[in-house]
């Protein structure tokens, strides 16, 4: 093993690719990796602890990866995830697609074989062409091949990972770099401390004019609130241009908390209402992807599924690329969200009308009379538990602790917990995001306890809980203040499924019955509860957040209570015929 206290100080005559590699991170204020050890990083990652860095091991690289991205996410820095060759890095390649997908700033750092052998394909230890592989994925992928370039390198990934729209990026890293040496005064010379990694956008004055006028033209204007606000952290400015305009608004699931939920301007409450009677939409930091149904259709009052409904769209967006991406964008405004909405709030000035009372009037019946059924509904107590009854609970108890970070995944898990459990701070619910992809559970659970020190609730079905529930290991081994609360309805989307063979497999949606996920984390030192209603869930949830002790509820949910896919059902190809 190296000496683990080399790094490149004034006292060591000489440095090496370890030394130049952490160096770099930390000059550039990047102060956590997270990540699994081998060959060729076991070094590195003892050698960026001995430094002084936090390094998060985990129990697979996929977990370790959405850690980064979230972390990237919530701290505007790009989140790192060091792996192994070949099958660490594509371990890891799930997350680093998920990260560009998702605008989430990560860079997936990759030892990787020796170059010759990878090349001629002479068959190395773990050979694979991983910057070919990583390419398609990642929003931009390099590779150093000299000690003297690794500066450059993590300059280039950090700028590529965090400006303009952010994304993953993928860095390879030879095991050869690692043990280059470099006279030490020359290494320090060679990094580069990155000056304004995510340089402001400001948008062109005649686009904020064009998007102001066509606001007030509107008799029913809507403002959507996606990811893209939330990662802004320009939390103020976009609750005054809200509230100054008067205008409705509904949060895209990671944007809840923007402004808390319970804001009288939410139209959340009666989105199948304002989305096709909007006749001019303002989308700030959201896409119009699948999940907002691409701006058309029966969604947005179209006559048939690829029917534009009539809205006239303005889009504040920092990718000069994305308006006309579905439907005609009538006024893009191309810059980053904080100098955009800053520019639209100057325009706004203090005496903007407001938006028709008939407008206003509507939704407001509309969202009250939709509140009302729900509370109705979240009154019931009915034996076995349902997600209504279990995530009333979870409503109450992030209403107590607004300041703690809300992860979820699942299908009707997630849906129902998106709609119910209101979000009161900005950037404190992390979900499965555009791809709706299961796994990133305990990984994003894990960073957000590292890079917050809040508590985390995680909400999890029990088969999201599976693709990442190994990790309650690592919950307990940091002594993370997180509490898995896994809503156990015995399969995926429901466990009612049966064999229509009669044979002895069970369907393939269902898991064994009445499974035990509590016990898993006792393994570990940590705290199981098995809950079965919703007083003893509340118990739980309470003492595991007062207590900070990584916590697994089994909260035993109704096994006929779901859907098929939760709230997208109709994407089932089959779905038609059921
Ligand atoms: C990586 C990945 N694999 C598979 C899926 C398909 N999928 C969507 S939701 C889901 C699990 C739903 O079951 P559960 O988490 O138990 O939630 P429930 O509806 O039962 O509450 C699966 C497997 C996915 N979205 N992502
Ligand atoms: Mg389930």
């Not at 956590?32 to 003892?46: A, H, N, S, V």
């Not at 701006?295 to 006309?324: C, H, L, N, R």
């Not at 005496?351 to 509370?375: Q, S």
């Not at 739980?540 to 896919?565: C, F, H, Q, W």
């Amino acid at each position: 093993m190296t000496d683990l206290s080399m790094t490149t100080d004034t006292q060591s005559q000489v440095t090496d690719g370890f030394g130049l590699v952490i160096d770099a991170l930390k000059l550039n204020g990047i102060d956590t990796i997270f990540g699994l050890p081998g060959i060729p990083i076991t070094d590195l990652t003892r050698r960026a602890q001995a430094a002084g860095m936090r390094v998060i091991s985990f129990r697979h690289e996929q977990n370790a990866g959405n850690a980064a991205a979230i972390a990237g996410f919530m701290t505007q820095k790009p989140g790192i995830c060091l792996t192994v060759s070949a099958p660490g890095f594509l371990n890891g390649l799930t997350a680093l697609a998920n990260a560009t997908t998702n605008c989430f700033p990560m860079i997936l750092v990759s030892g990787s074989s020796e170059r010759e052998i990878v090349d001629l394909q002479q068959g190395d230890y773990e050979e694979m062409d991983q910057l070919a592989i990583a390419k398609p994925l990642a929003k931009a992928a390099f590779r150093v091949l000299h000690a003297e370039d690794i500066g450059v390198g993590i300059a280039r990934a950090i700028r590529a990972a965090v400006s303009g729209r952010p994304g993953g990026v993928y860095l390879d890293l030879p095991g050869k770099l690692f043990a280059q040496s470099l006279d030490a005064d020359a290494g320090r010379k060679s990094l580069i401390k990155v000056v304004d990694p995510a340089p402001r956008q400001i948008p062109a004055q005649k686009a904020v004019q064009r998007a102001l006028a066509l606001l007030k033209s509107a008799k029913r204007p809507l403002i959507i609130l996606g990811k893209g606000a939330a990662y802004a952290q320009a939390d103020a400015d976009i609750r005054a241009l809200v509230e100054k305009t008067g205008i409705p608004y509904l949060p895209m699931s990671m944007a809840k908390g923007l402004l808390p939920d319970t804001h009288e301007q939410s139209a959340s409450a009666a989105r199948s209402y304002v989305l096709p009677e909007a006749d001019v939409v303002m989308l700030v930091g959201a896409r119009l992807n699948w999940l907002l149904a691409h701006g058309k259709g029966k969604t947005w009052g179209g006559k048939d599924p690829k029917a534009w409904g009539g809205q006239k769209f303005i889009q504040v967006d920092i990718s000069p690329q994305e308006a006309d991406s579905n439907v005609r964008i009538d006024a893009p405004v191309v810059g980053d969200i904080g100098s955009c909405v800053s520019a639209l709030l100057a325009g706004i000035g203090s005496n903007w009308p407001k938006p028709p009372a008939e407008w206003l009037n509507a939704i407001a019946e509309r969202k009250n009379k939709n509140i009302a059924k729900m509370a109705e509904t979240l009154d019931k107590n009915p034996t076995p538990m349902n997600f209504h009854s279990a995530l009333a609970v979870v409503r109450d108890i992030v209403k107590a602790n607004p300041e703690a970070i809300l992860v979820n995944e699942g299908a009707n898990a997630l849906d129902f917990t998106r709609s119910i459990v209101d979000m009161y701070q900005p950037r404190k619910r992390l979900d499965v995001g555009t791809w709706g992809v299961m796994g990133i559970g305990m990984g994003f659970a894990v960073a957000a306890a590292v890079v917050s020190g809040q508590p985390v609730i995680a909400v999890e079905g029990d088969s999201a809980f599976g693709f990442s529930g190994m990790e309650v290991e690592t919950l307990c081994r940091y002594h993370l203040p997180v509490c898995v609360v896994v809503f156990n309805n015995n399969g995926v989307y429901r466990g009612t499924d049966v064999n229509p063979t009669g044979g002895p497999d069970v369907a393939p949606t269902v898991f064994v019955k009445g499974a035990r996920y509590d016990r898993l984390i006792e393994a570990f030192g940590g705290v199981g509860v098995h809950a079965t209603t919703p007083a003893e869930l509340r118990t739980a949830m309470e003492e595991a957040v007062r207590s900070r002790k990584p916590t697994l509820i089994n909260a035993v949910i109704d096994e006929t209570a779901g859907t098929e896919s939760g709230r997208i059902t109709s994407l089932n190809p089959s779905a038609k015929k059921k």
